[in-house]
């Protein structure tokens, strides 16, 4: 995960979070958060080294729409990183009760 963007981060928890997510739907998703346009030359090139990179899947739901998918590994990546953000975030919140 060290070598993604946050976009690319945002990306993976859309797909883990969506149901059925197609790239329109990521793309709303995220302009929802980010509060402005996403172009597709943004979005599919970052969703294609995804895939790439074997942290998501692509599958076709048909002829003119792709479904994508956390694969096992890309699971284990949003995991290992939650854990690391929990780290920072509790340690924090344990300082500040304090």
């Keep these: 995960m060290f070598d ?3 976009f ?3 990306i993976m928890y859309l797909v883990a979070g969506i149901d059925s997510p197609h790239g ?5 998703e995220l302009e929802k958060y980010y509060e402005s346009e996403i172009h597709h030359g943004r979005l599919y ?3 294609d080294e995804l895939v790439e990179k ?3 899947q692509k599958g076709k739901k048909d002829r003119r ?3 994508y998918s956390l694969t096992d590994r890309g ?5 290992s990183r939650r854990e690391w953000e929990n780290s920072y975030v509790e340690d924090e919140q344990a300082v500040l009760a304090d």
Excluded: S, Y
Aim: aromatic letters at 0%.
């Design 54 to 56: 074997g942290l998501i």
């Design 8 to 10: 690319q981060r945002d």
């Design 65 to 67: 729409t792709n479904v």
């Design 75 to 79: 699971l284990r990546e949003l995991e």
């Design 24 to 28: 329109l739907a990521v793309k709303d």
């Design 45 to 47: 090139p970052n969703l």
């Design 4 to 6: 993604l963007t946050g």
